[in-house]
């Protein structure tokens, strides 16, 4: 019987949370009730979906109760404990958290490259990316079906508020520090000496760029590094995928952007390429470079797909394409992927 | 006999230009007279060189009468006619324009990668590479002598400067303009709907981030790329060598920055590649991730060498290593390197 699932939105006042409600309320009605969950701080607070207010539960093994689906985009130890207890009282769990993405019995799901990876979910759990991953992944993954990817070499231009609304009031401050001084960044560590160092940025962001993200692990990579990694070979299902990945902190509020190095199993054509990509579902050509035409964050912040330019096949490399990427972390990158899994499963209750 | 000789400064009042006379005033006393030419509009000022006042003199054959080297910081068009005036006149002209990098009878060098290279100047012409390559290829040549390089990924985090004068005012003029509007960045075109689009930057520079620089070339490829490609192939002395860059610039004002993925003819260690570094001539390693330590172009600008961290070896492939490097673009990228060559060729007086 067909009937609308009760959807339960775990971390409504976050961040993503506040992008999310935005996504709920414009697209297409697919829940009956909609919960609003949050921790006992925020509880009671009334916010906005669909054009109604809701008021906010604090976040308890009750509220799960009836609960379809629960969207968590809560930190990592909070999932950890929090989308078992929901999948025990029988939702399925869509958590963009990283608790569970490695998880060989929890999928890790974009619906435009593996839906029906969806469907086999023994915890009642489904992962969401990460958001550096999310930017690109549409993207190869329709090159991958043309041409079968054996190589990643990507360097990441991060935006702030990969890093939380922490982030964006931080180089929101920093950049009202050093406005009107004309002689900023042109000694060494004049910027830092102005904007100190508070905020969750191991070094001044505005007039730098930062080559770190997350934690230290093995062999000097980042978290973040082998985040692209574990994460990309999981969602294409390339256990073997060669991947390289330098994650760098810039200026920017929101939008990620990747220059991505990607060799094939055969020979690539720049023009093919660029069919592939302008076709494929989420994603977005916009590479003329002659009218200088190609995407940077600020033209694409806020919207939902991938966008794609500077389409080039190596000159030294018939079989390697290089590009440019720009992708909403906030969008794409957490609360939109998020929703779109959601609406996957959706489909099982409507169906 | 032994003496000091005659060096001629043109460009002299340019951002590259004053720099110039920084580096010649603090290092060692290399040259006799020291004349200061820039255009006719500029002859007649007064710039101070070694502490001492020198009166501009208008770009005239005459003014290399006597001149032992000449270095030249001016347009492509300018070097294309004034660098042969002086080789004529008897000159040594050192060249930091792009009219010659890539003539076979002009050598490319970088004092301590390919010295010996100055020697042989069949046109009297010494050429300066760009300041993309510069920035990265003192590291590189110290790696590429341990392991031998095979191929390069770039992806390049470009300072304003790098478009001169008008980069960087165009960048401060740009945070003026957004700074104290915590709106801006969120939604799409926000920033270039309050910046415009003046100035040298195909976009807004100012929270965003541009790949492009330079001109359009066959196969998407911009000049900015196929420099570093070219470029890197003759100063290695490596006509084969595999090279991929994407340029993208960032809202630095000086200090251009880069994610290497290199990889050699033979096995690679991550201690003995930052034990190279350290001991390379020109290169500092800054690579301790735990406490924070790897090179931002902010914590760098200003300084003479090539800044090295996060080095790693690849998880996926036991020949290529890992890097993000930092250079002064206005000092190492261009005054500091014209400075080097210039005194590799002094030494041929006083020795």
Redesign the interface.
């Known amino acids: 019987m067909s009937r609308k699932p009760t959807l339960a939105v775990v971390g409504a006042t976050g961040a993503v949370g506040t992008v999310m409600l935005d996504i709920l309320s414009t697209r297409e009605d697919v829940y009956g009730e909609i919960r609003l969950i949050a921790s006992p701080r925020s509880a009671g607070k009334k916010l906005t979906v669909r054009g109604e207010e809701v008021v906010v539960q604090a976040l308890a093994p009750e509220v799960f109760d009836g609960v379809d689906i629960a969207m968590f985009d809560v930190p990592d130890e909070v999932s950890a404990v929090w989308a078992p207890i929901a999948a025990e009282r029988g939702a399925v769990a869509v958590d963009n958290s990283g608790a569970f993405r490695m998880d060989p019995d929890v999928p890790l799901v974009v619906p435009e490259v593996n839906p029906d990876a969806a469907k086999a979910r023994p915890k009642g759990i489904i992962s969401n990316p990460n958001c550096t991953t999310l930017s690109m992944i549409v993207a190869l993954g329709a090159l991958h079906r043309q041409w079968g990817l054996a190589?990643l070499?990507v360097?990441s231009?991060q935006a702030a508020s990969g890093a939380g609304q922490e982030g964006i009031d931080t180089l929101?401050s920093q950049?009202?520090k050093?406005?009107?001084n004309?002689e900023?960044?042109?000694?060494?560590?004049?910027?830092?000496a102005v904007v100190g160092t508070e905020g969750p940025f191991?070094?001044?962001l505005a007039?730098?760029?930062?080559?770190?993200a997350g934690s230290?692990k093995d062999?000097?990579?980042?978290s973040e590094e082998l985040k692209v990694?574990n994460e990309s070979r999981k969602i294409l299902g390339l256990p073997g995928?060669?991947?390289?990945a330098?994650c760098?902190r810039?200026?920017?509020?929101?939008t990620h952007?990747l220059?991505v190095?990607a060799v094939f199993g055969s020979e690539v054509d720049?023009r093919e390429a660029q069919a592939v990509l302008a076709a494929a579902p989420g994603v977005v050509l916009s590479?003329n470079?002659?009218a200088?035409e190609?995407?940077?964050?600020?033209?694409?912040?806020?919207?939902d797909p991938t966008w794609v330019?500077?389409?080039?096949?190596?000159?030294?490399?018939p079989k390697?394409l290089?590009l440019?990427l720009c992708g909403d972390n906030l969008r794409k990158g957490a609360a939109l992927n998020t929703a779109q899994i959601a609406e996957l499963v959706a489909t099982e209750f409507t169906s």
Chains 1, 2 share one sequence.
């Open positions: 190589e070499v360097a231009y929101y950049i009202e050093i406005a009107g004309r900023l960044g042109q000694r060494a560590g004049d910027v830092r191991p070094a001044p007039l730098n760029v930062v080559p770190w230290l062999g000097g990579w980042s990694r995928l060669k991947v390289s330098t760098v810039v200026p920017v509020i929101t952007s220059a190095h720049q590479d470079p002659e200088y190609f995407p940077t964050p600020n033209d694409v912040v806020g919207t330019g500077r389409v080039r096949r190596s000159l030294d490399d390697a290089d440019f």
